[in-house]
T-cell receptor, first 117, second 111 residues
Framework: KAGVTQTPRYLIKTRGQQVTLSCSPI?????VSWYQQTPGQGLQFLFE???????NKGNFPGRFSGRQFSNSRSEMNVSTLELGDSALYLC????????????????FGPGTRLTVL | QKEVEQDPGPLSVPEGAIVSLNCTYS??????FMWYRQYSRKGPELLMY????GNKEDGRFTAQVDKSSKYISLFIRDSQPSDSATYLC???????????FGSGTRLQVQP
């Protein structure tokens, strides 16, 4: 079974630009979550999508947004890039159901490394 | 104070040693507990997943959760140089998939 795929793997942008990152979850998984990883703040939750609806949102400004398509693929967008947005952006997929207290296992992709100059 | 505290290390051990990694947390709502391994410039890889308190074993790895003490542990037996990586604990509340991570412990296993 193929894992989580993220594209592109590397991006270089300049301040003020916007960027769109893409994530394809594991086949059959319906929940996609996005995280930002930086050396200073570690891994922080951005938002989660399930059935094309945002279910949870972390403490990030409105410049960070996302969406999910009917095939469960997800994109996140960052507008008006700032230097501090340089990070590894990780996508995680999970089944999306809560039966029996399980199915919360989240599997991460390789990430997109964004550098803002 | 962070919700999840984890010693950043680095932790250096000889090959074959038993490694103990730990996290403490403050949010009593956390019910799902995970350990991830992350190699340099890679995405985190799920090692162990535990729901509520108790122990779970998988090969050389054992995860323990003590909710009364708000303390979780990961033990690695017969550690190998290939285990050298950063280990991240993560947890979430029931009904929520948003994970709160520790800062990660860097482990080095010396051959």
């Amino acid at each position: 079974k193929a894992g989580v795929t993220q594209t592109p793997r590397y991006l270089i942008k300049t301040r003020g630009q916007q960027v769109t990152l893409s994530c394809s979850p594991i086949s059959g998984h319906r929940s996609v979550s996005w995280y930002q990883q930086t050396p200073g703040q570690g891994l922080q939750f951005l938002f989660e999508y399930f059935s094309e609806t945002q279910r949870n949102k972390g403490n990030f400004p409105g410049r960070f947004s996302g969406r999910q398509f009917s095939n469960s693929r997800s994109e996140m967008n960052v507008s008006t890039l700032e230097l501090g947005d340089s990070a590894l952006y990780l996508c995680a997929s999970s089944l999306g159901t809560w039966a029996g207290g399980t199915n919360n296992e989240q599997f991460f992709g390789p990430g997109t490394r964004l550098t803002v100059l | 104070q962070k919700e999840v505290e984890q010693d950043p290390g680095p932790l250096s051990v000889p090959e074959g040693a038993i490694v103990s990694l730990n996290c403490t947390y403050s949010n009593s709502a956390f019910q799902y507990f995970m350990w991830y391994r992350q190699y340099s410039r890679k995405g985190p890889e799920l090692l162990m997943y535990t729901y509520s308190s108790g122990n779970k074993e998988d090969g050389r790895f054992t995860a323990q959760v003590d909710k009364s003490s708000k303390y979780i542990s990961l033990f690695i037996r017969d550690s190998q140089p290939s285990d050298s990586a950063t280990y991240l604990c993560a947890m979430s509340a029931k009904g929520r998939r948003a994970l709160t991570f520790g800062s990660g412990t860097r482990l080095q296993v010396q051959p």
